[in-house]
């Protein structure tokens, strides 16, 4: 059974920084691209980052470059992602996902194979 299991999350004050995971069962990471994404409440999904199947290659959204970063390592079948410098605009569900070995420039729109269910981060004083 695939799943996708993201863990993490919380509620913290601006500033503080998280640390997000994403725990592939399944399939083998290896052989994936990762992407992080999120969605706040009455917006649409945002992009934030993909790190290639070798970690050859990694993307960002331009405005997260600099406070967000992604890795992965393979033998824990783990992705994560790094924040730092949390503000309140950056409340939402983050997720992460799966596509076949590559992110390519259009990583924003490809058809992801595999879809974490989510996990909630609020920024608030």
């Known amino acids: 059974q695939v799943q996708l299991v993201e863990s993490g999350g919380g509620s913290v004050q601006p500033g503080s920084s998280l640390r997000l995971s994403c725990a592939a069962s399944?399939?083998?990471?290896?052989?994936?691209?990762m992407g992080w994404f999120r969605q706040a409440p009455g917006k649409e999904r945002e992009g934030i980052s993909c790190?290639?199947?070798?970690?050859?290659?990694?993307y960002y959204t331009q405005s997260l470059q600099g406070r967000f970063f992604i890795s992965r390592d393979n033998a824990k079948n783990t992705v994560y992602l790094q924040m730092n410098s949390l503000k309140p605009e950056d409340t939402a569900v983050y997720y992460c996902?799966?596509?076949?070995?590559?992110?390519?420039?259009?990583?924003?729109?490809?058809?992801?194979?595999?879809w974490g269910q989510g996990t909630q981060v609020t920024v608030s004083s």
């Open positions: 996902a799966a596509v076949p070995r590559y992110c390519t420039s259009r990583w924003k729109t490809i058809n992801y194979e595999y």
């Open positions: 399944g399939f083998t990471l290896a052989n994936y691209a």
């Open positions: 790190i290639g199947s070798v970690e050859d290659t990694t």
